[in-house]
């Protein structure tokens, strides 16, 4: 794994056969020894085959981020969802589940630690590990190895252990950047509609697991901000970078204070972590914007790229939209309206957005 990250320093603690408590007892001299500056936490799955109960597992967690807390408050943690396996391996797909649940119960509300959904990564049809990927349903062989690597990676540009250099990029002829690449100029959060207000109380009140839905009064201008004022939005090394929640999700979206009356040609990149959950909105309706082939609904795409940077463009003429990812047809003609902004939504997971620009026609 340590190769995977050209530039950082990584160190491999792991030791195969371990479990919450035994890194609790060696955190001290094989981890906060070497004054690490972040931490990734792959735990949990032989406790599973040694019969802990979920609720000890999380205990030992907590234990964990305690110390590593202790040591440095302000060190960022990633931690990763303990990966599928199958009841043949004594670790069956309702435990795993329970264990990462908890775990998000452990950390929710929690600034300094971001969860990646490693479970979603790899789970197949049935929610084991697949044997492609795992040679004993267990360990990870060198693609699956890879495709974790990949997963980590743009939690850890966000962090600023990679990709620190800014990308060099220059719109085509005609466009024009709705995105500086420094800063959130020209972006904001505009008042909530009655009908989402409305929509996220019915929610909330019937499910409990509802997702977190700020309420926006009154327009906030981020002009000159590297970051809207709760965070969630980021500008950094020219991305615009909708970062983790940490309730596990909050629907928010951030606009452009500008509206576009004129039919127009919208090209952005995107890059989403596992399973994230994010969208684009046309004026006013949502193109979603997500991991597709783990989160839909576009799940057929056969040039997505997983964890990596993938094209939209967004040809608006008249009153309907035509979306394609990497030129492969998301919506021939989705509805919109006459006039809006151009805006990104959170909901899940992490989503960067980088060479926003657009083309409006005369």
Request: aromatic content about 8%.
């Amino acid at each position: 794994m340590g190769g995977s990250f050209p530039g950082v320093k990584v160190a491999n603690r792991g030791i195969g056969g371990d479990t919450t408590r035994g890194v609790l007892i060696r955190l001290h001299e094989d981890v906060l020894a070497l004054h690490p500056v972040g931490v990734v936490l792959l735990i949990g799955t032989n406790d599973i085959e040694e019969q802990a109960e979920p609720e000890t597992i999380v205990g030992n967690l907590k234990l964990i981020l305690a110390e590593l807390k202790k040591s440095d408050p302000r060190m960022p943690i990633v931690l990763c969802e303990v990966f599928p396996s199958s009841a043949s391996m004594k670790r069956p797909a309702e435990k795993i589940h329970r264990v990462n649940e908890l775990y998000a119960e452990a950390v929710k509300g929690d600034p300094a630690v971001t969860v990646l959904d490693t479970w979603s990564l790899f789970a197949d049809a049935n929610a084991d590990a697949p044997a492609s990927l795992f040679r004993d349903l267990l360990h990870p062989n060198p693609a699956g190895y890879a495709k974790w690597a990949a997963a980590l990676r743009p939690v850890l540009a966000t962090l600023g252990f990679l990709e620190t250099e800014p990308d060099a990029f220059t719109p085509e002829p005609g466009f024009v950047s709705l995105f500086n690449g420094h800063d959130l100029t020209g972006w904001g959060f505009r008042p909530t509609p009655a009908a989402d207000i409305e929509g996220a109380k019915r929610w909330q009140a019937s499910d409990p697991h509802a997702a977190a839905w700020p309420i926006v009064t009154k327009a906030i201008c981020f002009d000159g901000q590297t970051a809207s004022n709760d965070g969630r939005f980021l500008a950094k090394a020219r991305r615009l970078i909708v970062a983790t929640p940490t309730e596990g999700r909050r629907i928010q979206q951030l606009s452009t204070t500008r509206e576009f009356p004129k039919d127009f040609i919208l090209r952005l990149e995107f890059r989403a972590t596992p399973n994230a959950d994010s969208g684009i909105f046309i004026r006013e309706p949502q193109l979603q914007c997500r991991d597709y082939l783990v989160a839909g609904p576009y799940n057929k795409l056969t040039k997505y790229r997983p964890q990596d940077w993938n094209e939209i463009e967004i040809t608006v003429q008249g009153g309907t939209a035509r979306c394609t990812c990497n030129g492969e047809l998301l919506e021939e003609a989705f509805p919109v309206p006459a006039t809006g902004p151009i805006g990104l939504e959170g909901d899940r997971g992490q989503m960067e957005y980088r060479r926003i620009r657009i083309k409006e026609m005369p």
